[in-house]
């Protein structure tokens, strides 16, 4: 049988690399190593070659690796070895590609490329142990300038490995001589540091990183790693934070600001947004959060202000280059400055806030919120057909437009309509049972209340772990004053199932206020509130306060409601029957 030299496209590319580096026009190559070169690639070995690659495609990895990797020995050549460690890799035979890795740094000592495959084979092995040597050499051939970077990488290439502490062990060994250079010390220090805090060793990653700065007073890694502790509950992380201030750029300070604000240092936060407003008035950022801060805060001329300056200072980029953290930044802004216009009641403003919006993973929350604008001003059939009309990129997103149509129908009180609608919709979706909730909430309305609790009922039968159902049937008792005790337990139950949800510490405080314990509902009222600031949560926390006598402090809770949401039902029905002058 005759054999065709098929040439398979490594091979060809493997071929004219020799063939290329033979060329007789090139007197450089006429030293002994060329000619060992050329002879290297003779025909046999060619041939060797194209056999091993066949029997790749043929399923045969064993017979292709053996062959490969002798070429690879015979030659020295990088992509030889390269291939041969994924014909052992797509094989699953993390030995093997380990055996050719080696044999790659055999070869070429120098090569960075062969050196990380060792180490990342190791890894994916689980022999944290014997990564040491391939650590150290892989800072050891990184290059002077790169070394620093390296080094900070390290806790994202250990990442998967399940022995923290080994891991520890290991880089700490390995970085025994960047921790005594002035240049590289507190890169070292703060990577020990992030391991030790992986590790659950908080004490120690706190020391590290108080060395690390002692190191380098100006290095931003110490701080970096003060910031992950902060946000993990380290008080004394902060004065690591403090000291590297006066040196702070201003990415870290608003990192800084992000987890006070995850902290709930909201006071604090803000001082640094006013610096960064100062000092740095151009770093855009500063008011986009500065914005969302203050419309939670419900100071929406303020905040109306700041996101304006923060869409101006990134008109320029989002013309030119959309990233992603920009297209994100500018969507946050238009959707929060469409709900300052619908607050002060300018929906033609807030429905061309919400056309600009353009970022693919907001379009739709935008175009959501422009139906139920236009629902609002009567035209409830073109809301509900412009709803319809929305692209789904995912099942998430077609789930989303069934629920955002129910709640649109049942704010402009088409309670029937909404009804049939989710029949029908429960009818073509039977496992949805978000559906089966808000059938039961629009129950709720139409005041069948034996319907709703059978739904609810069945809903906590299906999803014994869903939190929503448990709330909803304990908050629609308790606020009919219905079977108390037995709303206290559903409620607990909720809370249980998603400690600290304010929605839902709102409904246990609720069903406390309606069994006559007021100073208890207040308390629980006021941490949800802080938690979470909503019309709905002020509503109740007003009342608890003016029926406790303490009005001046209830009107200043409802005016903050209606900051908030002035369209809001329960607090429009609170301040009607309570006769709260305003």
């Known amino acids: 049988m005759r054999i065709y030299p098929i040439v398979l496209p490594f091979v060809a590319a493997l071929f004219c690399s020799h063939a290329i580096a033979i060329e007789p026009s090139r007197p450089a190559v006429s030293s002994e190593t060329a000619i060992a070169k050329a002879s290297a690639m003779d025909a046999p070995l060619f041939y060797q070659i194209l056999i091993g690659e066949l029997s790749a495609r ?97 806790p994202g290439v250990y990442d998967r490995a399940r022995d923290k502490q080994a891991v520890v062990t290991v880089v700490q060994k390995a ?157 946050q802004a238009l959707l929060a400055m469409a709900q300052i216009a619908q607050q002060r009641k300018d929906i033609p403003a807030a429905l061309q806030w919400l056309e600009k919006v353009d970022n693919p993973d907001d379009v739709l929350r935008a175009q959501i919120r422009r139906a139920a604008l236009i629902a609002k001003q009567g035209r409830l059939d ?60 629009v129950h709720e309305k139409l005041g069948d209340l034996p319907e709703m609790e059978r739904l609810l009922r069945q809903l906590i039968a299906n999803r014994p772990d869903d939190p929503h159902a448990y709330n909803a049937l304990g908050y629609s008792l308790a606020d009919r004053r219905l079977r108390l005790p037995e709303a206290m337990t559903l409620i607990t139950k ?31 009222l006021q941490q949800a509130f802080d938690a979470q600031p909503d019309a709905e949560i002020a509503a109740h926390l007003g009342e608890v306060l003016w029926e406790s006598d303490l009005r001046s402090q209830a009107i200043d809770i409802f005016k903050r409601g209606l900051q908030l949401n002035p369209d809001n039902e329960t607090l429009k029905e609170a301040l009607r029957r309570l006769r709260v002058p305003l």
């Open 58 to 154: 043929a399923q045969q990895p064993s017979e292709a690796f053996s062959m490969m990797l002798d070429a690879a020995r015979k030659t020295g050549d990088t992509a030889l070895f390269r291939r041969t460690v994924q014909i052992a890799l797509q094989a699953r035979s993390g030995e093997s590609a380990l055996q050719a890795a080696k044999a790659w740094t055999l070869a070429q000592p120098d090569s960075l490329e062969a050196n990380r495959f060792v180490l990342q084979i190791l890894l994916a092995l689980s022999r944290v142990a014997d990564t040491l040597e391939p650590l150290k050499k892989e800072i050891a051939l990184t290059p002077v300038e790169a070394r620093s970077q390296l080094i900070w990488s390290l």
């Open 175 to 331: 970085l025994a001589k960047p921790l005594k250079q002035p240049d590289l010390a507190a890169t070292a220090w703060a990577t020990l540091g992030r391991l030790w805090q992986s590790a659950g060793k908080t004490n120690e990653a706190l020391g590290a990183a108080q060395k690390a700065q002692q190191s380098d007073l100006r290095s931003e890694y110490p701080a970096l790693l003060a910031l992950s502790l902060i946000a993990a509950g380290s008080a004394q992380a902060e004065a690591v934070v403090e000291k590297h201030l006066p040196f702070a750029r201003p990415e870290f300070r608003m990192a800084y600001v992000k987890v006070l604000l995850g902290t709930r240092r909201e006071a604090d936060a803000q001082v640094q947004l006013l610096y960064l407003q100062d000092n740095h008035p151009d770093y855009a950022d500063t008011w986009l959060v500065s914005g969302a801060l203050e419309l939670q805060q419900a100071q929406p001329a303020l905040a109306e202000q700041h996101l304006q300056r923060y869409l101006d200072l990134t008109q320029t980029a989002a013309s030119t280059k959309q990233t992603p953290e920009l297209q994100r930044g500018r969507s």
């Open 382 to 441: 073109e809301a509900v057909q412009l709803l319809r009309s929305q692209p789904e990129r995912s099942e998430s997103d077609a789930r989303l437009k069934r629920s955002a149509e129910v709640q649109m129908l049942r704010e402009q009180h088409q309670l029937e309509r909404a009804r049939a609608t989710l029949e029908a919709f429960i009818a073509q979706f039977p496992d949805d049972f978000d559906l089966v909730y808000d059938l039961a909430m």
């Open 494 to 524: 909720a809370l249980e199932l998603a400690p600290n949800d304010p929605f839902i510490t709102d409904s246990l405080a609720w069903a406390h206020f309606r069994s006559g314990n007021q100073s208890e509902a207040q308390r629980l």
